[in-house]
């Protein structure tokens, strides 16, 4: 994903785009480890994926990132 492309995103669309990405970087660890990864580099890209995606944030002033991202997470569980 494009640096442009993430700066054009909305605050709350990044919060969901990072928490998507981190999961897929835990499906691409987790294959790893069981050697059923076909593309190793996936993993790398989806690194710096959350990195560009954590650099737009910061542009944008956030701070506490985390904590915001565990009260969206926590608010999504709940209208499940």
């Known amino acids: ?11 709350e669309e990044l919060y969901m785009e990072l928490e ?3 999961r897929r970087a835990f499906d691409l660890r987790s294959q790893a480890v069981t050697e059923k990864l076909q593309d190793p580099s996936l993993l790398t890209k989806t690194k ?13 002033g ?19």
């Open 1 to 11: 994903m494009e640096v442009s492309q993430l700066r054009d995103m909305k605050t």
């Open 20 to 22: 998507r990405l981190r």
């Open 48 to 60: 710096r994926d959350i990195a560009r995606l954590l650099g737009v944030l910061g542009e944008k």
């Open 62 to 80: 956030e701070t506490k990132i985390e904590q915001i991202e565990h009260h969206m997470e926590a608010l999504a569980t709940k209208k499940k």
